[in-house]
């Protein structure tokens, strides 16, 4: 990720991830998953086989991955701390580490 400024917003973090993965997925010929921009059930029966795939919403998407870090559904640590709000500023250096963490629910038990 590349910003203009040194300082910014979680909100922006993920805004910025959502827009590379949205950009990569629409360029690319593959129907591979990415982590924060998942096609949805529509857009995959859309795409089915010897179809050519409609382009991902971005917005939508950003919406989406914003939804789903307010509802715990991915964690974002910036070094070794976990950052919790969108409107919390964190400082960007080359060497700033930004893990982006999912979890996935076990299945029986």
Do not use: C, W
Request: no cysteine; aromatic share 8%.
């Amino acid at each position: 990720m590349s910003f203009d400024r040194v300082e910014v917003s979680v909100r922006d973090v993920i805004t910025e991830r959502v827009m590379q993965e949205v950009i990569r997925y629409n360029r690319s010929a593959s129907t591979d998953k990415f982590d924060l921009v998942q096609p949805t059930e529509l857009e995959r029966q859309l795409n089915g086989p010897g179809k050519k795939r409609p382009l991902i919403d971005v917005d939508k998407q950003i919406t989406i991955a914003l939804q789903a870090f307010e509802s715990n559904g991915f964690f974002i640590f910036i070094g070794d701390s976990q950052v919790e709000h969108l409107d919390d500023i964190i400082t960007i250096r080359p060497q700033t580490r930004v893990s982006f963490i999912k979890l996935t629910p076990l299945v029986g038990g």
